[in-house]
C-alpha cells in the first residue's frame, strides 16, 4: 500500500490520517499521486470526516518528490502527463475545501514541498528535514499556480529565493512563513496537530469551507492559464531534454550537463 489510512478521533470530530509510505524516499509517480487523489475525494465527499492530516513514518523523508528513477524511464512523449500530474494534485488540493494539515517529520523536496504548500497548516519537525522547491534545477520552470500561492504564503523578501530552489531547515522556514510551528519530537509534532484540530472542531465547517475558497478564489480561477502554461512548458524541446538529463544524472550519481 503507498497509504496507510486511520481516523483520528479528536473530542467527538473525527479526521482522516494518511501516512505517505511510497518507497524508502516516499517519492511519487503519476500512478501514486491518483490513488492520493482518490483517498481525498472519499474524505471530501464523507460529511463525518471534517479534516485531513497528510504525514510519513520515515525517519529522513515526508515526501522527495516525483520519483527520480521512473521519469528516468518514462518515454518522452508521456513526460507531460506523469511529470504534470503533481501540478494537477496540488490543483485539486487547493480545491480540497476541508482543512488540510501537513505533519513535515522530514525532507520535503520538489514535490513533497508541493504536497506540503498545498495544505492549510503545515507543521515541522525541528530536526534534519529540508524544504526546498528543487524544480529548477531538475531543468523545470516553478510551475506558475505554485507561484501563485507561494505569494500568499510566505515573507514577500524571501520568495525569489524559495522559487529558485533554496533549501531550508526547520527553523528557517518557520522564519520565512512556510511552516505555522516546530516540534523537537514526533509526539509533540502530533500534539500541535491536535491541537488546530481542536480549534477546528469549534467552528462550523461550512465557515471554513467557504472561508477557504474565498482565499483561493483567485488561484483556482486562474487554474485553466496555469494548466496551459504547463503544457506549454513542457513542449518546450529543451525543457524536456534537460529533465530527462536531470533525471538520468540523479539516477546516476552524477552532476547533470544541462543545454
Not at 49 to 57: K, L, P
Not at 135 to 148: A, H, N, Q
Amino acid at each position: 500500500m503507498n497509504f496507510k489510512r486511520e481516523t483520528l478521533d479528536v473530542k467527538g470530530s473525527l479526521c482522516e490520517c494518511i501516512t505517505i509510505q511510497t518507497n524508502e524516499q516516499n517519492s511519487v509517480t503519476r500512478s501514486s499521486l491518483l490513488e492520493f487523489q482518490a483517498i481525498l475525494e472519499e474524505v471530501q465527499n464523507n460529511p463525518a470526516i471534517r479534516a485531513a492530516v497528510i504525514t510519513s513514518e520515515n525517519d529522513k523523508f515526508f515526501c522527495n518528490g516525483v520519483d527520480g528513477a521512473h521519469i528516468a524511464s518514462t518515454p518522452a512523449e508521456k513526460l507531460p502527463e506523469e511529470m504534470g500530474e503533481i501540478v494537477k494534485f496540488f490543483c485539486y488540493m487547493i480545491q480540497f475545501y476541508k482543512p488540510l494539515i501537513a505533519e513535515i517529520s522530514g525532507h520535503a523536496m520538489g514535490g513533497g514541498a508541493v504536497i506540503a504548500l498545498a495544505c492549510d497548516y503545515r507543521y515541522m519537525l525541528n530536526q534534519k528535514g529540508r524544504v526546498s522547491f528543487t524544480e529548477v534545477f531538475f531543468g523545470l520552470p516553478l510551475p506558475s499556480v505554485l507561484v501563485d500561492k507561494l505569494k500568499y504564503t510566505i515573507d514577500p523578501r524571501y520568495l525569489a529565493d524559495m522559487i529558485y530552489g533554496e533549501a531550508y531547515k526547520a527553523d528557517e522556514a518557520l522564519k520565512i512563513g512556510f511552516v505555522h510551528e516546530l516540534a523537537d519530537s514526533r509526539e509533540n509534532l502530533r500534539k500541535l496537530t491536535l491541537k488546530k484540530l481542536d480549534v477546528l472542531s469549534r467552528m462550523p465547517i461550512s465557515a471554513f469551507i467557504n472561508t477557504k475558497m474565498a482565499l483561493h478564489h483567485e488561484t483556482v480561477e486562474r487554474i485553466d492559464w496555469h494548466t496551459k502554461k504547463l503544457a506549454t512548458d513542457f513542449s518546450d524541446p529543451i525543457i524536456r531534454k534537460n529533465l530527462m538529463e536531470a533525471m538520468n544524472a540523479f539516477t546516476q550519481k552524477r552532476r547533470p550537463k544541462f543545454e
